[in-house]
Nanobody
């Protein structure tokens, strides 16, 4: 079955950087669009970034110019490089493929 396992979250100061990873299994990774979503307490889960099978990318306006999504098909892994982090980026970040979700990884931006 589809499995998505995120890692790389943590506590970082404003202006800092983190790189999230999501290792996928159970499907043909190279043929599918992958996405990162995030959900803050009391908020809905919103898409942050997506990358298609041909590596076309799409970003939420709030992260454009700061976050970069990429993929390594040989490793069945999708990444989210997050730079210039802000307190409002604090959330649980989830890896997504169609109707499947990872368990999430907490990102906290605080001084």
């Amino acid at each position: 079955q589809v499995r998505l396992v995120e890692s790389g979250g943590g506590l970082v100061q404003p202006g800092g950087s983190l790189r999230l990873s999501c290792v996928a299994s159970g499907f043909t990774f190279s043929a599918d669009t992958m996405a990162w979503y995030r959900q803050a307490p009391g908020e809905r889960r919103d898409m942050v970034a997506a990358i298609t099978d041909y590596s076309g990318t799409h970003y939420a306006d709030s992260v454009k110019g700061r976050f970069t999504i990429s993929r390594d098909n040989a490793k069945s892994t999708v990444y989210l490089q997050m730079n210039s982090l802000k307190p409002e980026d604090t959330a649980v970040y989830y890896c997504n493929r169609r109707a499947s979700w990872g368990q999430g990884t907490q990102v906290t931006v605080s001084s």
